[in-house]
Structures are given as structure tokens and as C-alpha cells.
């Protein structure tokens, strides 16, 4: 299975991104990671084929994570970016463990810059 991460690009504060991830075949749970410069990956968001969704306290009230089975698609919906949401985005598909990052497969990343 591929994954194909898009929609990265350079935000305002305050503004907002939509990112893309579409799976080459139907995968059941998945989620975003972001990795940023000189810091560790983290887990952001996550969502199962049922759309039960989780976000990291960090991103809540602000990202939205969907999903749209039929074009085995998810996204993730940034509003309110602020700059220490810059990072390198990726999505994952089909976890050991949601929060982790013990996940099967990979996109290849996004970058996200906000900056004034």
C-alpha cells in the first residue's frame, strides 16, 4: 500500500491548511504525525474506518481529521496554524498502536510553514 501526503505549504498565523493523505488501497486506521526541525515525531491526529477520531492536546480545537472511505482518502484540516505547528507532516496508515508511531505504512511528508 502508498501513501501520498499533500496540501503542505506556507500558512499565516492564524490561517489555515488542508492536508491529503490518499491511500493506494482501503486501510482501517490511520493518522498524522508531524516531525519538527530538531525535535522528535509526535502523533497529532488519528482516525478508524468508523471515523472515531483522536487528536493530540495540542491540536485540539483547531485541527479536524475525516476520512472519505469511497477515494481512501484522509485529511486533516488545520485552522487557527501557529508557528510552532511548522513541521514535516505525515500520515500512516495501519497501526499496531494509534499513538505511537508503530504503524505499516508511510507517506513520504509534507512540509508545513507558518510564518508571518
Known amino acids: 500500500v502508498q501513501l501520498q501526503a499533500s496540501g503542505g505549504g506556507v500558512a499565516q498565523p492564524g490561517g489555515s491548511l488542508r492536508l491529503s493523505c490518499a491511500a493506494s488501497?482501503?486501510?482501517?486506521?490511520m493518522g498524522w504525525f508531524r516531525q519538527a526541525p530538531g525535535k522528535e515525531r509526535e502523533f497529532v491526529a488519528g482516525?478508524?474506518?468508523?471515523?472515531?477520531?483522536f487528536l493530540s492536546d495540542s491540536v485540539k480545537g483547531r485541527f479536524t481529521i475525516s476520512r472519505d472511505n469511497a477515494k481512501n482518502t484522509v485529511y486533516l484540516q488545520m485552522n487557527n496554524l501557529r508557528p510552532d505547528d511548522t513541521a514535516v507532516y505525515y500520515c500512516?496508515?495501519?497501526?499496531?498502536?494509534?499513538?505511537?508511531?508503530?504503524?505499516?505504512?508511510w507517506g513520504q511528508g509534507t512540509l508545513v510553514t507558518v510564518s508571518s
Open positions: 488501497a482501503q486501510i482501517y486506521d
Open positions: 500512516a496508515g495501519d497501526p499496531m498502536e494509534m499513538f505511537t508511531g508503530d504503524y505499516k505504512y
Open positions: 482516525i478508524t474506518y468508523s471515523s472515531r477520531t
